[in-house]
């Protein structure tokens, strides 16, 4: 499918799915990597019904590895989120979700819904999930209902709608506007389904995670220039953003501060 061809399926059902996006030697890579960190931080199945009690998110990825760095440039998904959120996306939140067996369906949402702004409105986030496993309609697949960006209000906690389950091959990458209603599936099988959730919103807005207190200066500055802007070490517009007039990213690359507001 072309980029205009995921484009229109983005605005008409306000998902699309990438196939094959990356190599599956990633995808070993990144449940290699996950797998340790599991291991280190301790961390275990969700405490509430939302994050799912067999469900375990590792949060803050970017601050745990270089390998993760590869994640928010992805040229094709940048593409994709930049037609549907405009120029200079922020990274929102990037964080690891493996779903257990047994564990149930996750309440429909949108990611936008904490937002106080009337429904519908223009796009404010774009959110991916990357394919670390098989994505079924038996393990856990995002569940969506198409075409509900367009809906003039949230999905009411509890009531059955139509969904879609976004089955995919291991390597591809769902790609969703933040109003679109969904929720991770039910996991009836004996596997877990891993995927990433590199969630992006408009350059204007504040972050899920603070990217610019959670991610050590000295890990910042280990990043190319495209994902420090991404992460926010940079203004949006030439402006929001600033710091007595100058870049944040002078925090990172060891000059004086330049001041490049209203210059």
Same mark, same amino acid.
């Given at each position: 499918?072309?980029?205009?061809?995921?484009?229109?399926?983005?605005?008409?059902?306000?998902?699309?799915?990438?196939?094959?996006?990356?190599?599956?030697?990633?995808?070993?890579?990144?449940?290699?990597?996950?797998?340790?960190?599991?291991?280190?931080?301790?961390?275990?199945?969700?405490?509430?019904?939302?994050?799912?009690?067999?469900?375990?998110?590792?949060?803050?990825?970017?601050?745990?590895?270089?390998?993760?760095?590869?994640?928010?440039?992805?040229?094709?998904?940048?593409?994709?989120?930049?037609?549907?959120?405009?120029?200079?996306?922020?990274?929102?939140?990037?964080?690891?979700?493996?779903?257990?067996?047994?564990?149930?369906?996750?309440?429909?949402?949108?990611?936008?819904?904490?937002?106080?702004?009337?429904?519908?409105?223009?796009?404010? #986030?774009?959110?991916?999930?990357?394919?670390?496993?098989?994505?079924?309609? *038996?393990?856990? @697949?995002? /569940?969506? &209902?198409? %075409?509900?960006?367009?809906?003039?209000?949230?999905?009411?906690?509890?009531?059955?709608?139509?969904?879609?389950?976004?089955?995919?091959?291991?390597?591809?990458?769902?790609?969703?506007?933040?109003?679109?209603?969904?929720?991770?599936?039910?996991?009836?099988?004996?596997?877990?389904?891993?995927?990433?959730?590199?969630?992006?919103?408009?350059?204007?807005?504040?972050?899920?995670?603070?990217?610019?207190?959670?991610?050590?200066?000295?890990?910042?500055?280990?990043?190319?220039?495209?994902?420090?802007?991404?992460?926010?070490?940079?203004?949006?517009?030439?402006? #929001?953003?600033?710091?007595?007039?100058?870049?944040?990213?002078?925090?990172? *690359?060891?000059? @004086?501060? /330049?001041? &490049?507001? %209203?210059?």
């Amino acid at each position: 499918m072309s980029l205009a061809e995921h484009q229109a399926r983005l605005a008409e059902d306000g998902f699309t799915i990438v196939e094959d996006a990356f190599p599956l030697a990633f995808a070993d890579a990144l449940l290699a990597d996950l797998a340790r960190l599991e291991r280190e931080t301790g961390e275990g199945g969700g405490k509430n019904f939302f994050e799912g009690f067999s469900t375990v998110r590792i949060y803050n990825l970017l601050a745990r590895g270089k390998l993760y760095e590869e994640i928010p440039v992805h040229d094709t998904v940048l593409a994709l989120v930049e037609g549907c959120i405009g120029k200079s996306p922020l990274v929102s939140s990037v964080s690891s979700i493996a779903i257990g067996p047994g564990e149930g369906a996750q309440p429909l949402h949108a990611d936008d819904q904490l937002i106080p702004l009337p429904k519908p409105h223009v796009s404010i #986030i774009c959110n991916t999930m990357w394919a670390l496993t098989d994505f079924t309609a *038996d393990n856990g @697949a995002t /569940r969506i &209902v198409p %075409g509900s960006h367009r809906a003039p209000a949230n999905p009411e906690l509890g009531r059955d709608y139509a969904t879609r389950a976004a089955v995919m091959r291991r390597g591809s990458i769902l790609v969703f506007d933040g109003s679109v209603w969904h929720g991770g599936g039910a996991n009836g099988t004996e596997s877990r389904r891993v995927g990433i959730a590199m969630n992006y919103c408009a350059g204007w807005m504040r972050q899920q995670e603070n990217q610019q207190l959670g991610i050590p200066l000295e890990v910042a500055r280990g990043f190319a220039p495209k994902l420090r802007k991404l992460a926010g070490f940079g203004l949006y517009r030439n402006l #929001i953003g600033h710091i007595d007039k100058c870049s944040p990213v002078d925090l990172l *690359d060891g000059t @004086a501060p /330049r001041r &490049v507001v %209203g210059e």
